[in-house]
């Protein structure tokens, strides 16, 4: 999750990372600056589905 009003980390900077590494799953641009404080229920709801995907892929794994 990063702030589009980020005045320490430019946005660009996320994307370039995000693009060129693979074990990234997303990126969420919000309107929020560095620290975040506006968009706590978007960072929740992201980890929500980053540990509902990690289980599902342990299920499916599991399933003969």
Known sequence: VHGRQDLRVPLAQSEGYARSTPAVREL???????????SLDVIDAVIDRFL?????????????
Do not use: I, M, Q, Y
């Open 52 to 64: 509902l995907d990690g289980v599902a892929d342990r299920r499916s794994k599991s399933t003969p």
């Open 28 to 38: 969420v641009a919000v309107d929020d600056g560095h620290e975040l404080l506006a």
